[in-house]
């Protein structure tokens, strides 16, 4: 099952196909067979943006042979190709009779005003109705496949200063060059919408908290640089949120982001915060520079920047090559160091610094052997 976001931006690419190719309906059957092994929604993606009917996959495949074998029928009718668009338009017309008053309309204005209506006017990002719809849906289908969702939420900080001291054309641009941030710096499965405001939001299929604050502090610290030049200087604060370690349903996800979110506020603003009781438990039983890096090159000490059932975020001086396998030695308050093995699965350069340095995250491979780590002693 594909995320919302995948599902859109195929019926997008496809479009796009329909449109560069017309009166090209074998070699476009041609291309659907070839994807049909990729898993994408192929026939009903396909029927949605020529009739605007919604089948299942399975669905719609039915009705795509009955709709092939039509254009046969009239082929032989009439004495020439109708083509594929007149096929379907008949055959839902008056064989299935789904289509009991359709409307002609070019596809592209229709799909250029069927993506506005799910898209914020200012930032290009999606709005705020179809970002809960996505949430609605991606929860079910990490519920079904045992999957992990992280959400973020993100507000700017000191944004009604910025209005009251610049003017609310100075504050839109800031909300343009902030969305544009954002929008870089994720995935295009993910779905990242203005939820209201100076606050955005966004949803992460498929990500373990660890991987939700890489990408929340990526975005907080491309703020921060982007906007150190600036006419206004603009930073950025949130909250994480993660099905279904911390809640089981949408509306509990975002109460917890937002309680997040509101945390980072209370404490100082331009950063991203874990849970509180799990960085609590975390704190009590590692120090500050508790934990050494070993890899095929050496070993390093490393500075915890933060923790999560999954695994950690690091501080090093040097990268680590993506995917490498790592022994992490911890040194915990009171107690025996505690040896976990390791495999790095994001590593990003910081800028700013005099000597290189490198968030390094690394997901444990043995959770249960780091689960003594986030219990209070």
Same mark, same amino acid.
């Given at each position: 099952m594909k995320s919302p976001a995948e599902t859109l931006n195929f019926r997008q690419s496809l479009l796009e196909f329909l449109e560069a190719g017309p009166g090209q309906e074998e070699a476009l059957l041609e291309q659907f067979e070839r994807k049909k092994s990729q898993g994408d929604p192929l026939?009903?993606?396909?029927?949605?943006?020529? +009739?605007?009917?919604?089948? #299942?996959?399975?669905?719609a495949a039915r009705h795509w042979k009955k709709v092939v074998k039509h254009r046969d029928t009239l082929r032989t009718a009439i004495g020439r190709d109708p083509g594929l668009r007149v096929a379907i338009l008949d055959y839902f017309s008056n $064989?299935?009779?789904?289509?009991?008053? /359709?409307?002609?309309?070019?596809?592209?204005?229709?799909?250029? +005003?069927?993506?506005?209506?799910? #898209?914020?006017?200012? #930032?290009?990002?999606?709005?705020?109705? %179809?970002?809960?719809?996505?949430?609605?849906?991606?929860?079910l289908r990490s519920k079904r496949h045992g999957l992990r969702a992280a959400l973020l939420l993100l507000d700017l900080d000191d944004f009604k200063q910025i209005n009251d001291e610049r003017g609310h054309v100075e504050g839109d641009r800031v909300l343009m060059r902030a969305a544009a941030v954002v929008r870089e710096g994720v995935r295009e499965i993910d779905v990242a919408a203005r939820y209201g405001g100076e606050e955005f939001a966004v949803l992460l299929p498929d990500t373990s908290r660890l991987g939700a604050f @890489? @990408?929340?502090?990526? =975005?907080?610290?491309? =703020?921060?640089?982007?906007?150190?030049?600036?006419?206004?200087? @603009? #930073? =950025?604060? &949130?909250?994480?949120? @993660? %099905? /279904?370690d911390d809640a089981g349903t949408p509306a509990d996800l975002i109460v917890q982001a937002d309680a997040g979110l509101y945390g980072a506020k209370a404490a100082g603003k331009n950063r991203i915060l874990l849970p509180q009781g799990e960085r609590r438990r975390f704190r009590r039983q590692m120090s500050p520079q508790g934990v050494t890096v070993a890899t095929r090159a050496g070993r390093a000490p490393a500075r915890v920047k933060n923790v999560s059932e999954g695994g950690l975020l690091v501080s090093l001086r040097e990268a680590v090559p993506l995917g490498s396998a790592v022994s992490l030695t911890i040194e915990r308050i009171g107690s025996t160091p505690v040896g976990l093995r390791g495999q790095v699965v994001r590593v990003e350069r910081v800028p700013g610094e005099i000597? /290189?340095? %490198?968030? $390094? &995250? $690394?997901?444990?491979?043995?959770?249960?052997?780091a689960a003594p780590l986030l219990t209070t002693v």
């Open positions: 026939y009903s993606s396909l029927l949605y943006l020529l +009739t605007h009917l919604n089948f #299942t996959e399975r669905q $064989v299935s009779r789904d289509l009991r008053n /359709p409307k002609m309309i070019e596809l592209a204005n229709y799909e250029r +005003t069927e993506r506005s209506a799910v #898209t914020d006017g200012l #930032t290009g990002l999606y709005n705020h109705s %179809f970002f809960l719809q996505a949430l609605r849906q991606e929860v @890489v @990408v929340a502090e990526r =975005i907080r610290r491309r =703020i921060e640089e982007r906007f150190a030049r600036g006419r206004s200087i @603009v #930073t =950025i604060s &949130g909250g994480i949120a @993660v %099905f /279904p000597e /290189p340095a %490198f968030d $390094v &995250g $690394v997901r444990f491979l043995d959770p249960e052997d």
